[in-house]
Structure formats: C-alpha cells, structure tokens
C-alpha cells in the first residue's frame, strides 16, 4: 500500500520567515494530494491541494509542489503569523478503483511554532 | 450546515466493556470515514464506506465494526474495549473520490 513519510516533524520559525514541509510517497498510482491543518483540540481541516497533473499551486501565503517523478511534494508558508502556528499534515491518495473510496494515507504531522 | 458532528467528545472505557462512537453529516457525502489518530502517528483508517449499506476495512480494522444503514450516519463500534484502542477518533466524509474529507472535532477515548 501507499506509504507517506513527512519531516521535519517539529519546526519552529520567526514570524515573518517562510516554512517549509516536504513529504514523500511511495505509490506512483497516486494521484492526489491534500495538505491539512490541524489546531490543538480540533479536527484536520483542508488548506490546499493539488492533483497530478499540476506542478505548482498556490494560496495567498500557501503554495504546493509536486515533483511526480521525484514522488514528493512540499508545503511553503510565507511570511508565517502566530496563528499559522499547528501541527500540519500532507496526505495522498489514488483512485484505482472505480466505485471504492479515495483512501488518503497520511504523514506522521509537522509541529509548526511561529515565534514572534 | 454543522458538517460533521461526532459523539462524544470524551470517554473513558473498562477493558472489556463496548460502545459506539456516533457520527453524522448533513452535507449530503457518499464517502464516510473513521479514522484513529495516536501521537506522532498521524492519522490511520479503520474504515470507510461509499455508500449506504456498503462498506469497507481500512488499514487498522481489527477490534472495531461499522454501519452505513444512511447516508447521514456512519456509528463505529468497539466491542471489547483495549487499552491499545486508547486513542482519538476522527470522523470524516467526503462528496466524491479525491476531494476534501471534512473532519469531525473527533472523540477522545481512553480505556483502561
């Protein structure tokens, strides 16, 4: 099955500075991949995704890359705020099937500190 | 619209006795999920269904049973609590494949 590995799993940054996430995947079959954010005490809520055939996405302060050959994909943050601060979390998924669900595998979570 | 609701918020089990975890959504979602979340693990699926009346074992199934009996609930089961079950359960439904799952505020569990 999919496997997704993350790092770093803490990383903490000045406010204003950038940061930035990188996850892998092991399945080439996947196709997509969300990245959520995830506040102490509440659940995973989506901040940008970006499917296969697209290379760069962005968001305001947030933008996605994805290297298909390379099976990884990075989270860029700019201009970081105290409120970016959370434990973010990348995920993948493939849709071999028709008729099953898209079944995200997930990373293991980056910690975020904003410091200010 | 509330999204996706789950019930309770908080538990604390004996080994050995059961419970259902509720959730529900009003979004109108084919695709449900239950997923367990442990520290440093991420996020792992137990189950998931397509539809009402179908579902389906994820990577983590083993002590835990589901439902779809309609497309607004999806109850998860825990017959014979275990101390290796202590952990934080996140419902999560989705409208189509590959699109955003909309996450409940999730149950804490702990069994001892």
């Known amino acids: 099955g999919e496997n997704v590995e993350q790092h770093p799993s803490t990383l903490s940054v000045q406010e204003g500075d950038s940061a930035v996430i990188k996850c892998t995947y092991s399945?080439?079959?996947?196709?997509?991949f969300p990245w959520y954010k995830q506040e102490l005490g509440k659940g995973p809520q989506l901040i940008i995704d970006?499917?296969?055939?697209?290379g760069e996405k962005k968001d305001q302060r947030i933008a996605v890359t994805l290297n298909k050959t390379a099976k990884h994909f990075s989270l860029h943050i700019t201009e970081t705020q105290p409120e970016d601060s959370a434990v973010y979390f990348c995920?993948?998924?493939?849709?071999?099937?028709?008729?099953?669900?898209?079944?995200?595998?997930f990373g293991t979570g980056t910690r975020l500190q904003v410091t200010l | 619209n509330a999204g996706v609701t789950q019930t309770p918020k908080f538990r604390i089990l004996k080994i050995g006795q059961s419970m259902t975890l509720q959730c529900t959504q009003d979004?109108?979602?084919?695709?449900m999920y239950w997923y367990r979340q442990d520290p440093g693990m991420g996020l792992k699926l137990i189950y998931y269904?397509?539809?009402?009346?179908?579902?389906d074992k994820g990577e983590v199934p083993n002590g835990y049973n589901v439902s779809r009996s309609t497309t607004e609930d999806f109850p998860l089961r825990l017959e014979l609590a275990a101390p290796s079950q202590t952990s934080v359960y996140f419902c999560?439904?989705?409208?189509?494949?590959?699109?955003?799952?909309?996450f409940g505020q999730g149950t804490r569990l702990t069994v001892v």
């Open positions: 999560a439904s989705s409208p189509n494949r590959g699109t955003e799952a909309f």
């Open positions: 399945d080439s079959a996947s196709n997509y």
């Open positions: 970006i499917r296969s055939n697209v």
């Open positions: 995920a993948a998924s493939t849709n071999k099937h028709t008729g099953t669900a898209s079944k995200l595998t």
């Open positions: 979004m109108n979602h084919n695709y």
């Open positions: 269904s397509v539809g009402a009346g179908i579902t």
